[in-house]
């Protein structure tokens, strides 16, 4: 019988990806009135609609009057699944409250769809972390045995099905613009700087103009995101060193975005696919933490312990 190995998804690379999920969902609902969430869209009517399956949506399950409330008890479970706490348990109301305010809300935009999507997925993935905390380092449970390990693909499975959705996202992202003329001809950014409703803000129009207004400069901001964004959609199709070049400037490229157009809850849907694509599953980021310096007899256990682990999988 052969034996095969797959590496355990749960390490604090997903949990910083389900907190930046999180936390983009309550900065839109922490920092929105319900009367500029929940309002009447012309040709429309009024959200939320509750129609088919969206009538399952929290605000749809009270009335109108009661939807401050349930914003803040919406706000209150993202602050849970933020913190990183039993995310076995606290994965599926995270990914209902991002459904609801997706559904829910009068003016959503691409950010809501993609962290609806990919708290989905990452439902598949928590309810087989056993940590308290998904910021804690990997530990194994030889007990469970062969139950592990079946958790274990199906999460390493949701991971894969979010990397190729990213990457869906990024290739339709660029081709969907080679037909304007303003993008094939490098001159889109100029005008989306200079827009009313999604252009830059007034304290930065000026420096933004100066490289906008130059041909070589304009024709750089416009072309260098296609670059990226095509490079992004293949990057399933690169070996590792190449990903970990891609991050930072993905990464920057939304933090750009969100300063210019001020979509900050796109930007945190972005980062989080960002990091589901483009590092290793099992990843663990070795986020800063106070500890002492260690001794060189503890060098190898450290470097045992940053390894991804495997679990046995018997075929």
């Not at 749960?10 to 389900?18: S, V």
């Not at 699944?81 to 305010?101: C, E, L, Q």
């Not at 592990?148 to 869906?168: F, P």
């Not at 100029?190 to 803000?201: L, Q, S, V």
Request: glycine fraction near 8%; include cysteine.
């Amino acid at each position: 019988m052969r034996r095969r190995t797959i590496i355990l998804p749960w390490a604090a690379g997903y949990g910083l990806a389900r907190t930046l999920l999180a936390l983009g969902t309550l900065g839109t609902l922490a920092f929105s009135d319900s009367a500029t969430l929940f309002r009447e869209v012309a040709t429309v009517g009024q959200y939320p609609l509750c129609r088919g399956v969206t009538g399952a949506g929290a605000f749809c399950l009270v009335s109108p009057d009661h939807f401050e409330a349930v914003r803040w008890a919406c706000c209150l479970i993202l602050v849970v699944a933020a913190s990183g706490w039993r995310p076995r348990f606290t994965a599926i109301p995270h990914a209902y409250v991002a459904f609801s305010v997706f559904t829910g809300i009068s003016i959503p935009d691409g950010g809501d769809q993609v962290t609806w999507i990919l708290t989905l997925l990452l439902v598949l993935v928590a309810v087989g972390d056993p940590r308290r905390w998904h910021w804690q380092p990997q530990q194994p449970q030889v007990s469970e045995g062969s139950r592990r390990g079946t958790w274990a693909l199906i999460g390493v499975s949701a991971i894969t099905l979010a990397r190729i959705q990213m990457s869906v996202i990024y290739f339709q992202s660029c081709v969907a613009k080679l037909p304007h003329a303003e993008w094939a001809d490098g001159s889109a950014l100029y005008y989306w700087i200079n827009n009313y409703a999604f252009g830059a803000p007034g304290w930065l129009r000026p420096a933004l103009n100066m490289v906008a207004e130059n041909p070589v400069g304009v024709a750089a901001l416009t072309w260098g995101p296609l670059v990226l964004e095509i490079a992004l959609a293949a990057a399933l199709l690169m070996p590792q060193k190449v990903r970990w070049a891609l991050l930072p400037a993905g990464m920057l490229f939304h933090l750009g975005i969100a300063v210019v157009m001020g979509l900050w809850s796109f930007a945190f849907a972005m980062w989080a696919g960002l990091l589901l694509l483009l590092t290793p599953y099992g990843h663990d980021p070795r986020l800063p933490r106070i500890r002492r310096k260690p001794t060189p007899q503890a060098e190898p256990e450290r470097a045992a312990a940053e390894e991804p682990l495997e679990e046995p999988v018997h075929a």
